[in-house]
């Protein structure tokens, strides 16, 4: 298994551009979550999911939208790119019930210029 | 709000040496998860041991284990016989049954050979 996979490892992007951050889990998980960090700080809780067809909002939900049509796939989209994104941005999944251990990718870091 | 503080921006520790990270968190809740993850250099998430707060026996993992004082909400973490291979930031987290993860803003351990 190749378990949590994130694409790009690396974007630089400009203020206003979009863009979606891929992520993909084959371990059947049926909870996923996006975090972000930033520099020197711990993560933070940006979107969550408890199955296909159910999003909520976590602690930094502004700026961002999130879907999942699949249970393997959870993107994550960014309208309008602001340098406050510049971030590392970690996916992560865990099952059954959510309190189990949560799997994270190895992250994408993304820098808005 | 939940919030998890972590005291010790940086802990230094001789091989073969024990340390202890510490961590203190507020919540309202009675049932939630705790967790110490480890983030080497390589940014990759790894879980290095989970506490159910209902448990009162303090959980272990090989050389780490942790002290649960659920009444003073406090959740350290103490690595015995430390390795190179343990240097990393550390982080604290607690998880409610909304599935909303908190992180402490870490521990940077660094071990002396």
């Known amino acids: 298994n190749a378990g949590v996979t994130q694409t790009p490892k690396f974007r630089i992007l400009k203020i206003g551009q979009s863009m979606t951050l891929q992520c993909t889990q084959d371990?059947?998980?049926?909870?996923m979550y996006w975090y972000r960090q930033d520099p020197g700080m711990g993560l933070k809780l940006i979107y969550y999911?408890?199955?296909?067809?159910?999003?909520d909002k976590g602690e930094v939900p502004n700026g961002y939208n999130v879907s999942r049509s699949t249970t393997e796939d959870f993107p994550l989209r960014l309208e309008l790119a602001a340098p406050s994104q510049t971030s590392v941005y970690f996916c992560?999944?865990?099952?059954?019930?959510?309190?189990?251990?949560?799997?994270f990718g190895p992250g994408t870091r993304l820098l808005v210029l | 709000a939940q919030t998890v503080t972590q005291s010790q921006p940086e802990m230094s520790v001789q091989e073969a040496e024990t340390v202890t990270l510490s961590c203190t968190y507020d919540t309202s809740e009675s049932d939630y998860y705790l967790f110490w993850y480890k983030q080497p250099p390589s940014r990759q998430m790894i879980l290095v041991i989970r506490?159910?707060?209902?448990?009162?026996q303090n959980a272990t993992e090989n050389r780490f284990s942790v002290n649960f004082q659920k009444a003073a909400k406090s959740f350290s973490l103490k690595i015995s016989d430390s390795q190179l291979g343990d240097a990393a930031m550390y982080f604290c987290a607690v998880q409610h049954n909304n599935n909303d993860m908190r992180f402490g803003a870490g521990t940077r351990l660094t071990v002396k050979p």
């Open positions: 371990m059947n998980h049926n909870y």
């Open positions: 506490q159910e707060a209902y448990k009162q």
């Open positions: 992560a999944s865990s099952y059954p019930t959510g309190q189990e251990t949560q799997y």
């Open positions: 999911s408890v199955g296909a067809g159910i999003t």
